[in-house]
T-cell receptor, first 116, second 114 residues
């Protein structure tokens, strides 16, 4: 069974540009969550999508957005990039909508974004 | 609301020694607790999880953790450290009111000395 696939693995962008990251969940999983990991702030929740609907959103500015497609693949977009957006962006997939997370959350390898 | 505190951002042990990584949580409703491991330039790999039932949870690579409600703790242990255990470890919490949002602790970097 294929795992969670994130593309690209590495990305270098210039301040002010925008970027789109992609996450393909495990087949059959309908929930995709995004996290930002930085040395200073650690792992922070960005947002979660389930069945193409954003169900939960973390405390990030509106420059961070996402969407989910009918096949459960998800994209996140960051507009007007700032140096502080440099981070490892991780996505996690889960089969559940709510209730006991017996099956847990499976993470991808992440996309390393560097803003210069 | 939920939160996680991992005591000790760096822990160093000798190969063969006991590994103890500390995690305390706060949750307004019954929690679900997780330990993840992260190797350099990789994502998060699930070590073990507590959802309901038995409070002593066994995971992969010889790790285990015990859920102690009275102490709001979920410490991770391994009887004998291997060099390959050197990595960063994250404790995380969620609950039925949090959707699929995980709240992570700050992480503990485990170093294993030969």
């Amino acid at each position: 069974k294929a795992g969670v696939t994130q593309t690209p693995r590495y990305l270098i962008k210039t301040r002010g540009q925008q970027v789109t990251l992609s996450c393909s969940p495990i087949s059959g999983h309908r929930s995709v969550s995004w996290y930002q990991q930085t040395p200073g702030q650690g792992l922070q929740f960005l947002f979660e999508y389930f069945s193409e609907t954003q169900r939960n959103k973390g405390n990030f500015p509106g420059r961070f957005s996402g969407r989910q497609f009918s096949n459960s693949r998800s994209e996140m977009n960051v507009s007007t990039l700032e140096l502080g957006d440099s981070a490892l962006y991780l996505c996690a997939s889960s089969p559940r909508a709510t209730g006991n997370p017996v099956l847990g959350y499976t993470f991808g390898s992440g996309t390393r974004l560097t803003v210069v | 609301a939920q939160s996680v505190t991992q005591l000790g951002s760096h822990v160093s042990v000798s190969e063969g020694a006991l590994v103890l990584l500390r995690c305390n949580y706060s949750s307004s409703v019954p929690p679900y607790l997780f330990w993840y491991v992260q190797y350099p330039n990789q994502g998060l790999q699930l070590l073990l999880k507590y959802t309901t039932g038995a409070t002593l949870v066994k995971g992969i690579n010889g790790f285990e953790a015990e859920f102690k409600k009275s102490e709001t703790s979920f410490h991770l242990t391994k009887p004998s450290a291997h060099m390959s255990d050197a990595a960063e470890y994250f404790c995380a919490v969620t609950n039925n009111n949090a959707g699929n949002m995980l709240t992570f602790g700050g992480g503990t970097r485990l170093m294993v000395k030969p």
